[in-house]
């Protein structure tokens, strides 16, 4: 089966009584189906393969995504794949909030909304980095 009709293992949905996260770009819960293959990706940030880090926010959440989905790839999942985020930003603001945002759409589809956590960091593993993204991600076997 390729990727274009690889069937759903998991329901992402927003349960009566909490707030609605879609404009924030994520959902409250996520559902896998029994027998799903899981692929877990270690953060990713925004180097490329040769270490170069952008100081630039915007462009490390970029290729930050460029990273997971490469990563994502290898493991044989998509973006559409993935069923939890954990994100780390250095100084966050609504500002840094927005342009994850539309980068995470950019990459994954505005409609694609997996559950997510967002931590803010004083600080990420390497000098200049402002953003770290990790993923679980369910595919069928």
Same mark, same amino acid.
């Given at each position: 089966?390729?990727?274009?009709?690889?069937?759903?293992? !998991?329901?992402?949905?927003?349960?009566?009584?909490?707030? =609605?996260? %879609?404009?924030?770009?994520?959902?409250?819960? %996520? +559902?896998?189906?029994?027998?799903?293959?899981?692929?877990?990706?270690?953060?990713?940030?925004?180097? #490329?393969?040769?270490?170069?880090? =952008?100081? =630039? *926010? /915007? /462009?490390?959440?970029?290729?930050?995504?460029?990273?997971?989905?490469? %990563?994502?790839?290898? @493991?044989?999942?998509? @973006?559409? =794949?993935?069923?939890?985020? #954990?994100?780390?930003? +250095?100084?966050?603001?609504?500002?840094?909030?927005?342009? *994850?945002?539309?980068?995470?759409?950019?990459? !994954?589809?505005?409609?694609? /909304?997996?559950?997510? #956590?967002?931590?803010?960091?004083? /600080?990420?593993?390497?000098? @200049?980095?402002? *953003?770290?993204?990790?993923?679980?991600?369910?595919?069928?076997?």
């Amino acid at each position: 089966m390729n990727a274009a009709t690889q069937k759903s293992v !998991f329901a992402l949905s927003n349960p009566p009584g909490l707030y =609605d996260p %879609a404009p924030n770009g994520y959902s409250h819960l %996520a +559902v896998i189906e029994p027998g799903a293959r899981w692929i877990v990706v270690a953060g990713q940030g925004g180097e #490329t393969a040769d270490g170069a880090l =952008d100081p =630039d *926010f /915007r /462009r490390q959440v970029r290729q930050a995504m460029r990273n997971l989905l490469t %990563a994502l790839e290898a @493991g044989g999942a998509r @973006g559409r =794949d993935v069923v939890k985020l #954990t994100v780390l930003i +250095v100084d966050h603001s609504h500002e840094r909030l927005r342009v *994850f945002g539309e980068e995470l759409a950019a990459a !994954f589809g505005a409609d694609h /909304r997996p559950t997510c #956590t967002l931590i803010p960091v004083p /600080r990420l593993a390497l000098d @200049g980095m402002l *953003f770290e993204i990790e993923a679980i991600a369910a595919v069928a076997p």
